[in-house]
């Protein structure tokens, strides 16, 4: 299959400003992690191999951590994602089926559990919305609501589409960003290898759909009943989609070049209309998350492996 790391590109620095770079001590995170911003300015990490949550401040000096192996309350056994929202933590379990909601200091608060496997998630209005990612084979609604309160099913909505419905298409990678929240829209990606971007309201409603597939990934075509004994997933594509990240203005998704692990992402209006000719190219950094000011937050390895590096982005005027 043909790579497309020699496709012309825009380089990202024309595009995305580096503003920061911080390090991390190597001892302290083990590399697989999920971020959240916190209300003073700092961070929150959640380290999947740790299952274990870190709290840093502006200059990633830790203050504190919480979060455990285990099953009990406060604990996790497969903690896939972290979402901060009005001084509150929320993890998402995947293993365990379940959302744990803690204070902004760790203290834990409550928990409960949801029907489906899931490794996304959103909140807001005193709900917490779900998406299985790229790691469940999509079965039922894609996205689905809770109470935060008490942890009953609000609603559901996004049908799988056609290509993935009913299919095994499990990507083990818990770090895929596939539902996100503006002040006004809840978008969506249908599957890390199923190209198509939904564009809801905050109650559901589908104001637009549209493909993003282009140059550098090409919408697989998949047999009937395809399962992982049919072939490995990288004979039908040529990339995955990582992330979708949602600004005011645009839409933002990143695709992993299959092989070489290049980093590309093109922009999106909100009416599906590519912005950017080429892609831009982000080389092999580990675009982890947005911020809510639309700063895009990379993290890669020190040059001798000895510690962590967190790039901070700002798009240019």
Not at 20 to 35: I, R, V, Y
Not at 77 to 90: E, F, G, M, P, W
Not at 110 to 133: N, W, Y
């Given at each position: 299959?043909?790579m497309f790391s020699q496709t012309p590109s825009?380089?990202?620095?024309?595009?995305?400003?580096?503003?920061?770079?911080?390090?991390?001590?190597?001892?302290?995170?083990?590399?697989?992690?999920?971020?959240?911003?916190?209300?003073?300015?700092?961070?929150?990490?959640?380290?999947?191999?740790?299952?274990?949550?870190?709290?840093?401040?502006?200059?990633?000096?830790?203050?504190?951590?919480?979060?455990?192996?285990?099953?009990?309350?406060?604990?996790?056994?497969?903690?896939?994602?972290?979402?901060?929202?009005?001084?509150?933590?929320?993890?998402?379990?995947?293993?365990?089926?379940?959302?744990?909601?803690?204070?902004?200091?760790?203290?834990?608060?409550?928990?409960?559990?949801?029907?489906?496997?899931?490794?996304?998630?959103?909140?807001?209005?005193?709900?917490?919305?779900?998406?299985?990612?790229?790691?469940?084979?999509?079965?039922?609604?894609?996205?689905?609501?809770?109470?935060?309160?008490?942890?009953?099913?609000?609603?559901?909505?996004?049908?799988?589409?056609?290509?993935?419905?009913?299919?095994?298409?499990?990507?083990?990678?818990?770090?895929?960003?596939?539902?996100?929240?503006?002040?006004?829209?809840?978008?969506?990606?249908?599957?890390?290898?199923?190209?198509?971007?939904?564009?809801?309201?905050?109650?559901?409603?589908?104001?637009?759909?549209?493909?993003?597939?282009?140059?550098?990934?090409?919408?697989?075509?998949?047999?009937?009943?395809?399962?992982?004994?049919?072939?490995?997933?990288?004979?039908?594509t040529t990339a995955t989609i990582s992330s979708?990240?949602?600004?005011?203005?645009?839409?933002?998704?990143?695709?992993?070049?299959?092989?070489?692990?290049?980093?590309?992402?093109?922009?999106?209006?909100?009416?599906?209309?590519?912005?950017?000719?080429?892609?831009?190219?982000?080389?092999?950094?580990?675009?982890?998350?947005?911020?809510?000011?639309g700063n895009l937050i990379s993290v890669s390895?020190?040059?001798?492996?000895?510690?962590?590096?967190?790039?901070?982005?700002?798009?240019?005027?």
């Amino acid at each position: 299959m043909a790579m497309f790391s020699q496709t012309p590109s825009i380089d990202y620095r024309k595009v995305f400003i580096p503003q920061d770079t911080l390090h991390f001590k190597s001892d302290e995170l083990s590399g697989a992690m999920e971020f959240a911003s916190s209300g003073s300015g700092g961070l929150f990490v959640l380290d999947h191999l740790r299952n274990q949550v870190y709290k840093f401040d502006e200059q990633l000096n830790l203050l504190n951590s919480f979060g455990r192996n285990g099953k009990g309350p406060g604990e996790f056994t497969k903690a896939s994602d972290i979402y901060y929202d009005n001084n509150r933590v929320y993890i998402l379990d995947s293993r365990q089926l379940r959302v744990s909601i803690f204070q902004e200091n760790g203290d834990f608060l409550k928990s409960f559990l949801v029907d489906e496997r899931a490794t996304d998630m959103i909140v807001f209005d005193g709900q917490v919305c779900i998406h299985p990612g790229g790691i469940i084979p999509p079965k039922g609604k894609q996205i689905n609501c809770y109470s935060e309160e008490s942890g009953e099913k609000i609603r559901s909505f996004s049908t799988p589409s056609d290509e993935i419905s009913g299919k095994f298409l499990t990507i083990s990678n818990l770090t895929f960003n596939t539902i996100q929240k503006t002040d006004n829209h809840i978008i969506s990606l249908s599957h890390p290898i199923d190209a198509k971007i939904y564009v809801w309201d905050l109650e559901g409603k589908l104001i637009n759909q549209f493909m993003v597939d282009n140059e550098i990934f090409f919408q697989p075509s998949f047999p009937k009943n395809y399962s992982p004994a049919a072939g490995p997933l990288n004979e039908y594509t040529t990339a995955t989609i990582s992330s979708v990240f949602a600004d005011e203005n645009e839409i933002r998704v990143i695709y992993i070049e299959n092989g070489t692990g290049v980093k590309f992402c093109y922009l999106y209006d909100y009416e599906g209309n590519q912005i950017n000719e080429k892609p831009i190219d982000f080389e092999k950094r580990y675009i982890t998350y947005q911020t809510s000011d639309g700063n895009l937050i990379s993290v890669s390895y020190t040059e001798d492996k000895s510690g962590l590096v967190l790039n901070t982005f700002k798009k240019a005027n």
